[in-house]
């Protein structure tokens, strides 16, 4: 009699057991990651996205501004202090609420941080853009000279190289010696000389002679020896 009671008990505690442990280790017996759980050490993650406006702003900053240059300075949510400008001869502009200001020597960015000092004496947390329209001071340019079919400073355009200078200009002139050409370059107020071999370059395809450009380089090409 009392193994039948026992037998009868088990059998109505057995579906009880067995509804505790899936509630508590679900149908896997791990339980599930609540909402801020974090993910696997070996699970993938997302790979941030790249700042479009500071790729563009890395690529403007080593535009050196020069006289002559037409500028729009743009001031957000300030549309009366938005304005074109041209830097004068003597290196300076002048806008709204700012009477004078240098911005030879200065790229882009560096200048638009120098107006937002200014202006946030008088506009609270003021964002300025400078942006270069036309570029027109020797900054902006490449001289090429010596026996190139048309020697002229021709216009800077980000990534130029000797090969776009050289072609720009008409190519190599007769009596030309191209692998003695020379790019003189000013770096940190001192002049340095990169040699190229452009007769190389021009005839055999050497692209280790296709040297990139920067603002205010020259080009010199000198005459062959008889």
Not at 3 to 9: A, D, K, N, P
Request: charged content about 20%; cysteine-free; aromatic content about 4%.
């Amino acid at each position: 009699m009392a193994r039948g009671v026992r037998f009868g008990f088990a059998l109505v505690l057995l579906p009880l057991l067995i509804t505790v442990a899936r509630a508590q280790g679900g149908t896997g017996g791990v339980a599930a990651p609540g909402p801020g759980a974090q993910p696997p050490a070996g699970a993938s993650a997302q790979l941030p996205v790249p700042d479009a406006a500071a790729l563009q702003e890395s690529e403007t900053s080593q535009y050196i501004i020069g006289p002559g240059d037409a500028l729009h300075i743009f001031v957000w949510r300030n549309p009366e202090l938005t304005t074109p400008v041209v830097v004068r001869p003597d290196g300076e502009i002048s806008m709204p609420l700012v009477d004078h200001m240098v911005a030879v020597g200065k790229t882009p960015p560096q200048l638009a941080r120098d107006i937002e000092k200014v202006l946030g004496e008088f506009v609270r947390a003021p964002k300025v853009n400078v942006i270069v329209t036309v570029a027109l001071s020797t900054f902006s340019q490449v001289r090429v000279i010596g026996q190139v079919t048309k020697p002229m400073a021709v216009p800077y355009r980000a990534g130029m190289t000797v090969l776009d200078a050289v072609l720009q200009v008409g190519g190599l002139g007769p009596f030309a010696a191209g692998n003695r050409a020379k790019i003189v370059r000013k770096v940190g107020g001192k002049e340095t000389e990169i040699k190229v071999k452009l007769d190389r370059l021009l005839n055999k395809g050497d692209t280790r002679q296709n040297v990139a450009l920067q603002p205010g380089d020259l080009l010199v090409v000198p005459e062959s020896r008889f």
